[in-house]
C-alpha cells in the first residue's frame, strides 16, 4: 500500500472542518442550556429586537391584568357595602309597613322604632366604613380610575356616589311616620340600587376586560416564543450532527499525521 504525504491544503480544511465543528457544538449547547435561540444580537439583531418588544409588551399586560384584579376586588368590597345597605333597607320597608298598621299601639311603635334607629345606625357606619386599601368607597364620590391596559388611554373608570346623606332620616313611632318613611324609603331604595348598578356595571366591564387581558397575554407570550425560544428536539439533532463531524475530522486528522509521520520515519 503506498503511503503519501497529505498535502498542507487537505489538511487546513479538515481543521477548518474541525473548528466549524466545534463552534457549532458549542452554540448548540448555550441555546439548550438556556433555551434561548437569541442570546445576543449576533444571533439576529432584529429578531432579538422584536423579542424584547414582545416580552416588553407582556410585562406590562401581566402587571395591567394584576391592576384590573385589584379593581375587581375594590368594586366587590364596594359592591358588599351596598348589599349590606340593601338589605337594611328592605327591613326597614318592612317595619315602616307593619307600624303604619292602625292596629299597632304606641309601645308596639316604639319597639318596632329602636330596630329602625339601630338598622339607620348600621346603614351609617357601613357608608363610613366600606372602604379598600385605605380608600373610601361610598362616601367620597370620587371617580376611581384603574389602569387597565398597557397604553396611556387604556383606563377604566367608575364614580361612586357619595352616600353620606343620600338617604332620610324615618321615625317609626307614630303611624304618621311611619306613613311618610314608606315614601322616602322608596327613594332611597332606588338611590342604593341605581348606585349597586353602576358598580355592577364596571364590575362587569372589569371582568372582561380581565379576561380578554389574558388572552392578550398567551398570544403575545406565544409571538415572542417562536422568535425566542430554541427548537430543543431540533437543536439535540444538530448538537449530534456536528458532534459526529467533529469526531470524523478529528480521526482524519488523526491518521492524516500518522501517515507523515510514518513517511518521516522511513527517511
Avoid at 80 to 94: F, T
Avoid at 126 to 143: A, F, H, K, M, V
Avoid at 170 to 183: C, K, P, R, V
Amino acid at each position: 500500500m503506498a503511503i503519501t504525504i497529505q498535502n498542507a491544503q487537505l489538511m487546513k480544511g479538515l481543521i477548518q472542518q474541525t473548528g466549524q465543528s466545534v463552534n457549532e457544538v458549542n452554540d448548540t449547547l448555550k441555546r439548550i442550556s438556556t433555551g434561548l435561540k437569541i442570546n445576543s444580537s449576533a444571533d439576529g439583531a432584529a429578531l432579538l429586537e422584536i423579542a424584547n418588544k414582545l416580552g416588553t409588551e407582556v410585562r406590562g399586560l401581566n402587571q395591567a391584568m394584576r391592576n384590573t384584579n385589584d379593581g375587581i376586588s375594590t368594586l366587590q368590597v364596594a359592591d358588599a357595602g351596598l348589599e349590606s345597605i340593601q338589605s337594611s333597607q328592605a327591613r326597614l320597608k318592612e317595619l315602616a309597613v307593619q307600624s303604619a298598621n292602625g292596629t299597632l299601639s304606641d309601645s308596639d311603635r316604639q319597639a318596632i322604632n329602636q330596630e329602625a334607629q339601630a338598622l339607620q345606625e348600621q346603614i351609617n357606619s357601613t357608608i363610613s366604613d366600606t372602604s379598600y386599601n385605605g380608600q373610601s368607597l361610598l362616601n367620597s364620590g370620587d371617580t376611581l380610575s384603574f389602569q387597565t391596559g398597557s397604553g396611556s388611554g387604556d383606563a377604566t373608570t367608575v364614580t361612586i356616589p357619595d352616600l353620606t346623606n343620600a338617604y332620610s332620616g324615618i321615625d317609626l313611632s307614630t303611624q304618621a311616620g311611619a306613613e311618610a318613611a314608606l315614601t322616602s324609603l322608596d327613594t332611597d331604595i332606588n338611590t342604593t340600587s341605581d348606585a349597586r348598578s353602576t358598580v355592577g356595571s364596571a364590575l362587569s366591564s372589569l371582568e372582561s376586560r380581565y379576561d380578554t387581558l389574558a388572552t392578550a397575554v398567551e398570544t403575545t407570550s406565544a409571538a415572542q416564543s417562536r422568535i425566542q425560544d430554541t427548537d430543543v428536539a431540533s437543536d439535540v439533532a444538530n448538537l449530534v450532527s456536528a458532534s459526529i463531524r467533529g469526531q470524523g475530522a478529528t480521526a482524519l486528522q488523526a491518521q492524516s499525521s500518522s501517515y507523515a509521520q510514518s513517511v518521516l520515519d522511513l527517511l
